[in-house]
């Protein structure tokens, strides 16, 4: 089943890729609407056939990013073209299409050449979309591509602030772009950037709809995580009990225990 399943091309922290064979078997094959509110990457949400699918997000960068993919969905090649003229104009490495990065390199370097290649040339892209172009969500997504551990940050001057990682435009980032492509030019999607509470409101859910709950983690330190605290922890299992007791199908991911920590409010739930 793995080789069947559809990658977010965003590759996002806490993506929820590698436990969808775990999830999946859980949700519901009648769903009318599949409402995501946390939708974060979108791996969730490119395995699940629904009339139509309703999305949301608070972080406004995701949410620019699935926008700005979605609308490639029927020019891919536009997509495609413009991305590889920056990372040839940054000359990085580009293993999809051949091999730039030089044999002494490797043996130097041989579990981080690809950090030690492209470190100079992804600082003078992270320079020029920070000083002129952070409007420009190509360079954006090659940053993206580039960074460490694939992260989406900017510090408080509003600079995307994240070193080169040890990654490359490689065969699976290509094939994860047109998997993406392909999933949402056949359906019919609405992605929002409002709190969930509000995106709720908006939606309505009812008894014919499933929703896949993905929030922070209270218990654990991504930068993602720090948005929640116990309050918001307890506002969703509100919101999950008023789901229930009208009928309303979800699920929800959430962490338990943590090292030595243990999510005692949802737990007890």
Avoid: C
């Amino acid at each position: 089943m793995a080789n069947k399943l559809n990658r977010s091309p965003l590759f996002y922290v806490g993506d929820k890729y590698k436990l969808l064979n775990e999830i999946l078997p859980y949700f519901p094959k009648d769903v009318d609407r599949f409402i995501e509110p946390f939708t974060g990457g979108g791996s969730v949400f490119l395995n699940v056939e629904a009339k139509k699918h309703l999305l949301n997000d608070i972080d406004k960068n995701v949410y620019l990013l699935h926008k700005f993919l979605m609308q490639h969905s029927k020019k891919p090649d536009t997509f495609f073209k413009e991305v590889e003229r920056i990372i040839l104009e940054y000359n990085l490495s580009r293993s999809f299409k051949e091999d730039i990065v030089p044999a002494e390199l490797k043996l130097k370097h041989k579990k981080t050449y690809y950090a030690k290649f492209n470190k100079d040339n992804f600082n003078k892209l992270k320079s020029d979309f920070n000083n002129s172009e952070q409007d420009n969500l190509y360079k954006f997504y090659v940053l993206l591509i580039y960074g460490f551990n694939r992260m989406i940050r900017f510090n408080r001057s509003g600079n995307y602030n994240l070193p080169v990682g040890n990654v490359d435009f490689n065969r699976n980032v290509v094939d994860a772009l047109n998997r993406y492509f392909g999933n949402v030019k056949k359906a019919n999607i609405e992605i929002n950037n409002l709190d969930y509470l509000e995106f709720l409101k908006k939606v309505k859910p009812t008894e014919k709809d499933f929703l896949y709950f993905d929030p922070p983690y209270l218990i654990t330190f991504s930068e993602y995580n720090k948005l929640w605290n116990e309050s918001n922890e307890i506002d969703l299992i509100t919101t999950l009990d008023k789901l229930n007791e009208s009928g309303i199908r979800f699920a929800v991911s959430n962490g338990r225990n943590y090292k030595e920590k243990e999510n005692k409010t949802f737990n007890d739930w």
